[in-house]
């Protein structure tokens, strides 16, 4: 995969809206997350889509705010897109805040990235409230203090104290003993009832050694709190604090938790609140519900909760002591999420998330219904597979890249590759050309012929041609496309109808012949309207005199006689029946009846014939017409009753043959009525429907396909199939007494639409939520650091602007500010190398010099950290042809790693050696904490670090080998690490032979 393809997978996987414009303000690529937010699909707005056409788009949707949407978008269109904008728009409809982003590119047009940001904005919201509420209450907070000496005498005391006690500042005047101060009080009725003074006494008399605590309510309702310590010296510090608003706070709070456990009990997921202790500290009625085992009780441990269950008979034998195991090791630092089958047949989703006091809440949802669906997908998935292996085409599908997804044995077989050969994976191009060389293709020049056609052919169209394989065998081969941008070609072996076709032609000078000795009148007729053969019962059928109708004679001239001899009846319909057999086209069937002399009813047909020509057949109808005017009495009956059911309705006798149908299902058959007409076979049906082309989409063929017309109906039978036109068709088949076939179409479009809605919708926004909290929670950590040392030092010099400090603070500022800049070169080199940069001239690199100026600038760095550092190139190594800036970032990157993951004491190492096949191969070992081995993938994802808690041990922004790889893959290179935990970590950088020019000594 090239990097452009990896750029482009990575943004269609990204679950922000992203539309990429041209410098000739044209769309050049848009993601899925855009169209399912504009709610329109992609091949409305393809590529090349005027900028103004997508604005409008964006601003009818809502999605550029409220206001007239042709101004919001004419002022979009206005707008500079040549420098960086960054501004918050909120949806029309005020639901929604994004943060749109406009980014320009070089060489023109700019990159538009509109990420949603409204769960963060109330979130910001809801802390500045909080924040500003408590800055309020801190202000309006007075503490009071008060020391006294070993004496008990007043030495110093603030204000609040003296507005707590209800003192003067004549009482507090002059040092007085606490016993003074109190006597003062008592005097100046601040202790006006007998409670009031035992209270005062108590204050006199109580041992100050100790630390003690009061608080007493005074005359104007003020609670006031005294706190007295004791100080080294024998005396002690009392202070005091108004409480009432916190009285009066904590009757709210007792409130508000009664109300948010009520809002607990009302949510339909089960909630359960485990302590650090693995017990109960909280859960719901719906917890109880869906785990449906015995009775939980705060304060319940882990296996007192387990052993319950199993007594319930929740567990087999022996899986409750398993499953207690599993959760005792499970680590709870970081949220996990499982499913869970229980023993009645429901399925749970089991989520947990660790909680700051150490310990974990677990919230479960009952999803039966979406693992039934999912196990059914699976079964269907199966059934499709085991389809494709038995049909007796050769099936080959390729995906939108013009690469084979998958192909059966039948394939392999009828073009000629040899049965293990592996095709999956490899390009269509390079398939064709293995099969021309080795001669599977037929005879030259007739093989290079096909390559030709087969290289050149609209893969975007149907086509069909047919071509003959080495063997002598003769193949139809048909091309049509994928929903999906690719194609599927099926094989069919023909031969055995290539040489019916020349027994069909032996076959008709047979049957001319034969002609003579039928019942019914026919007349053959060319090009020319002129008879080419005819028997003799058709002159007498027809009405003309024997022997008028012979080879030559002008159909126009056979009809004038019979009109002008009466045959057609009496006028004015004797004319109109003239001008309808002159005018007729000839080119399509045709069926008239119509009565004769001696009360005789011909049934005429006229069936156009390969050449141009047409056949005229007659046919005594007489008794049929009698029996048919009884039947259609009661057939308009039955057609009144089929015409006002809300589902389509076809009846087929035991051979197939349509005897009623209402016009609902020629709609959702895609026929038109006249095509559905009672006697119309289902053979006949099926192949009108395949030349409407109502079998095209993948999966449809089977049932289309020309092998299988004849194929009878089967009763019951019910399935699912999609039209072109994208309504879903369910068809039911059933059967009848008689041995016919009932068969129902019902339209389920609307709710196969909104089941795909629905989950695109989810699987869409959990992605989102994901996403934004894994770089949401990278950058607050790695930014809060370096910019808290900027603040902190900045006003430190702005406080002391002492000369001797400055430049210690200046060099802590420019160390943050460079950590800051290192961060956003970071993430400016994972744009980079995601994106299409001009081409860079490549250069012979020595990879011994390479080693030697990382040792010497990667060694200090390892030595200041206290490790061994050392860089071993193998002789003889060949050079690498490549970007030197990409290949020496990749391994700094490495080595950064491994110096920040290695304890002091550790050692790193960096080697290049030769791989033995002319490529180059850099490691770097360290010895440091290492990885799990399952943790390695997430290693490589950006804004990921394995150790995701809030207090990480290691800073960095988790960028550095996501860019490695990156990196590697833009100059054609692989990225491979191998690692566990306390054991290290080796980084593989592997140079294939294609980037290397010498294996010589440099």
């Known amino acids: 995969m090239t990097p452009q393809d990896a750029a482009l997978l990575a943004v269609e996987a990204l679950p922000h809206a992203i539309m990429v414009v041209d410098s000739g303000n044209r769309l050049a690529l848009a993601n899925s997350a855009l169209w399912a937010e504009a709610g329109t699909p992609s091949s409305r707005f393809p590529p090349g889509t005027p900028l103004r056409d997508m604005l409008r788009l964006l601003a009818f949707r809502g999605m550029l ?68 509420l408590l800055e309020h209450v801190l202000r309006r907070q007075h503490g009071g203090i008060a020391l006294f000496d070993a004496s008990q005498r007043l030495v110093l005391h603030n204000p609040a104290y003296r507005r707590h006690n209800g003192a003067s500042a004549d009482m507090l005047a002059g040092r007085p003993s606490l016993t003074e101060i ?49 100080e080294a010296d024998g005396g002690f510090l009392i202070e005091s604090d108004e409480i009432t608003d916190l009285r009066r706070a904590e009757d709210e709070a007792r409130r508000r938790a009664a109300i948010l456990d009520g809002v607990l009990q009302a949510l339909p997921h089960g909630i359960c609140v485990w302590g650090p202790d693995r017990r109960v500290a909280l859960f719901n009625d719906a917890y109880t519900r869906l785990m449906e085992g015995a009775p939980l009780q705060v304060g319940d441990t882990l296996h ?80 499709l597979e085991t389809a494709l292996g038995a049909l007796q085409h050769g099936i080959v599908i390729c995906g939108p890249d013009r690469r084979i997804v998958a192909a059966n044995q039948l394939a392999r077989t009828l073009v000629g590759h040899d049965p293990d ?43 069909v041609y047919q071509r003959t394989t080495s063997g002598g ?56 309207r002129r008879v080419v053969v005819a028997n003799a019962l058709s002159n007498v059928l027809a009405g003309h005199e024997e022997g008028s109708v012979k080879p030559g004679v002008l159909l126009d001239d056979l009809v004038r006689d019979l009109h002008a001899r009466g045959s057609f009846g009496p006028e004015p319909g004797a004319t109109a029946l003239l001008d309808t057999a002159l005018t007729l086209d000839r080119s399509k069937p045709y069926r008239s009846v119509r009565e004769v002399a001696g009360e005789r009813v011909l049934e005429i047909s006229s069936d156009p014939t390969p050449d141009g020509g047409f056949i005229v057949t007659h046919f005594d109808i007489t008794a049929r017409a009698r029996a048919e005017r009884e039947a259609r009495a009661h057939a ?51 192949r009108a429907q395949t030349d409407r082309g109502e079998f095209t989409i993948p999966g449809e063929g089977p049932r289309a396909d020309s092998t299988q017309w004849n194929r009878p109906l089967i009763a019951p039978d019910r399935y699912i199939r999609r039209r072109p036109n994208g309504r879903i068709i369910e068809v039911s088949t059933d059967g009848t007494p008689d041995g016919g ?83 956003i070169d970071d993430i400016l080199d994972v744009a980079r190398a995601g994106s299409a940069e001009p081409a860079i001239a490549l250069t012979p690199i020595d990879p011994a010099t390479l080693l030697a100026g990382l040792g010497a600038t990667m060694g200090a760095e390892a030595e200041a950290a206290g490790l061994t550092f050392e860089a071993q190139p193998s002789a003889n190594l060949p050079r690498a042809t490549c970007d030197e800036r990409r290949l020496r970032r990749i391994l700094q990157v490495l080595l950064g790693n491994a110096v920040k993951f290695t304890p002091a004491g550790g050692r790193i190492r960096l080697e290049a050696t030769d791989d033995g096949a002319g490529g180059l191969v850099f490691r770097v070992i360290d010895t440091g904490i290492g990885m799990a081995e399952a943790d390695i993938p997430r290693a490589f994802e950006p804004f990921t670090q394995l150790e995701s808690s809030f207090a990480r041990r290691y800073p960095g922004s988790g960028l550095g080998l996501h860019l490695a790889r990156l990196l590697a893959e833009a100059i054609g290179a692989s990225l491979s690490i191998d690692s566990a935990p306390g054991t290290g970590t080796t980084a593989t950088l592997r140079l294939p032979r294609r980037i290397t020019i010498s294996a010589e000594p440099v």
Not at 112 to 121: P, Q
Not at 192 to 209: G, K, L, N, Q
Not at 670 to 680: D, F, K, V, Y
Request: aromatic residues 4%; negative net charge.
């Open 65 to 132: 705010g409220p206001g007239d949407p042709a101004a919001l978008a004419e002022r979009a269109l206005a707008e500079d897109r040549s420098v960086f904008n960054l501004r918050h728009v909120r949806s029309a409809d005020g639901a929604r805040l994004s943060e749109v982003a406009s980014l320009p590119l070089q060489g023109g047009g700019f990159i538009l990235c509109s990420v949603d940001i409204t769960a963060l904005n109330r979130a910001e919201a809801a802390a500045r409230a909080r924040a500003a």
């Open 636 to 686: 308009a009956i039955l057609r009144v009753m089929l015409d006002n059911t809300r589902h389509g309705m076809a009846l087929f006798d035991a051979a197939g043959k349509l005897l009623a149908a209402n016009a609902l299902a020629a709609d959702m058959c895609g026929l038109p009525p006249e095509l559905m007409l009672p006697g119309t076979t289902l053979v006949e049906m099926r």
């Open 304 to 383: 007192d909760v387990i052993e319950r269950r199993a007594r319930a008979g929740e567990y087999g034998p022996g899986e409750a002591e398993d499953l207690y195991r599993q959760e005792m090791a499970r680590d709870l630092s970081r949220p996990q999420e499982r499913r869970r089958l229980r023993a009645n047949g429901t399925a749970l989703d089991i989520r947990t998330a660790p909680l700051p006091d150490g310990g974990h809440i677990s919230v479960v949802t009952n999803i039966t219904a979406l693992w039934e669906t999912e196990k059914e997908a699976r079964r269907r998935a199966e059934l």
């Open 421 to 463: 050969e592996p095709l999956v994976g490899r390009r269509f191009e390079e398939v064709i050309e293995q099969l021309h060389v080795r001669g599977r293709l037929g005879p030259e020049p007739a093989a290079s012929d096909v390559v030709r056609m087969a290289l050149a052919i609209d893969r975007g169209k149907p086509h």
């Open 182 to 230: 109190m006597e003062a009080l008592d005097k100046a009725g601040e202790f006006p009832t007998s409670t009031d003074r035992a209270y005062a006494r108590r204050v006199i008399e109580v041992d100050r050694r100790k630390p003690l605590s009061g608080q007493r309510e005074r005359l104007d309702g003020t609670v006031v709190r005294f706190h007295s310590t004791p």
């Open 741 to 823: 076939f009932v068969r129902t179409y019902t339209d389920v479009t609307e709710d196969r639409r909104v089941r795909d809605e629905l989950e695109r919708a989810r699987a869409a926004a959990e992605a989102a939520s994901e996403a934004k909290s894994r770089f949401l929670a990278t950058m607050s950590h790695e930014l809060r650091t370096p910019l808290s040392a900027v603040i902190g030092y900045a006003e430190a010099l702005l406080a002391n602007p002492d000369p001797e400090t400055v430049a210690d603070y200046a060099g802590t500022v420019h160390e943050a500010g460079r950590q800051l800049l290192s961060l």
């Open 473 to 528: 065998r003769v193949l139809e081969v048909a091309s049509d496309p994928t929903p999906d941008g690719g194609f599927v070609i099926t094989h069919t072996d023909i031969t055995d109808l290539v040489e019916a076709k020349d027994e069909a032609r032996h076959r008709a000078e047979t049957l001319e012949r034969a002609m003579a000795s039928m019942r019914h009148g026919l007349v053959i007729y060319g090009p020319d």
